[in-house]
């Protein structure tokens, strides 16, 4: 995703302000697994980051903004591990790697992915985050199907209508599977995968 916190994790060299930017979202994340994001406060995430919450606001003006940057680095990784999919030339070995790419993620950040699909509708940054990302791996899934056969275009049964339904699908199972545990993930991810397939004429 493009941004400056984005930006930060992409160099070779650690800077001492970016180390405490990674433990600020590190520590944002763990809060929001014992706390939930309304308990948690600014203190608490700069009382784990061992830091001062003068300090906290050098680097985010609230804690949405904290939970924002996590958004941000989080689904930079999901769209990072999924890239290849647009990529491959061969669409079953795309969308076999695309899906589990996408469950380990989840099965590391899922609180997180919840967390951005709940305030999505409520904080405007997170909701232009979460549908860019959308935007990119619906681009993604159709690319996919043109490939597998499927036509281009914006009808029901062309590409880029069945991408979208795909890409939201996937989105809405996880989010349910993810609750539950790993192994009701994996099942999810094999019938999401299974679905797609199918949609690209791949299997019968």
């Known amino acids: 995703m493009p941004g400056q916190h984005s930006a930060r994790g992409r160099r070779t060299t650690e800077r001492k302000g970016d180390a405490r930017e990674r433990a600020i979202l590190?520590?944002?994340e763990d809060l929001l697994a014992r706390k939930g994001y309304d308990?948690?406060?600014v203190g608490d995430v700069a009382q784990g980051a061992g830091i001062t919450r003068g300090a906290l606001y050098f680097y985010f003006g609230s804690?949405?903004?904290v939970v924002t940057a996590?958004?941000?680095r989080t689904v930079e990784h999901l769209w990072e591990r999924s890239r290849a999919t647009a990529q491959t030339d061969e669409p079953r070995q795309a969308i076999t790697a695309a899906m589990?790419?996408?469950v380990e993620l989840w099965n590391e950040h899922g609180l997180v992915m919840r967390t951005a699909i709940d305030l999505s509708f409520t904080v405007p940054e997170i909701g232009e985050l979460w549908n860019h990302t959308a935007d990119l791996f619906i681009t993604a899934i159709t690319a996919v199907l043109e490939r597998a056969?499927?036509?281009a275009g914006i009808e029901p049964d062309q590409a880029s209508a069945m991408a979208r339904a795909l890409c939201w699908m996937i989105e809405r199972t996880f989010y349910h599977a993810s609750q539950e545990s790993r192994e009701e993930l994996q099942k999810a991810s094999a019938t999401c995968e299974h679905i797609w397939l199918t949609?690209?004429?791949l299997i019968t």
């Open 199 to 201: 949609s690209a004429g």
């Open 39 to 41: 308990a948690m406060t």
């Open 26 to 28: 590190d520590t944002c």
């Open 149 to 151: 056969g499927v036509p």
């Open 100 to 102: 589990q790419r996408t």
């Open 70 to 72: 996590l958004v941000a």
């Open 63 to 65: 804690k949405q903004e």
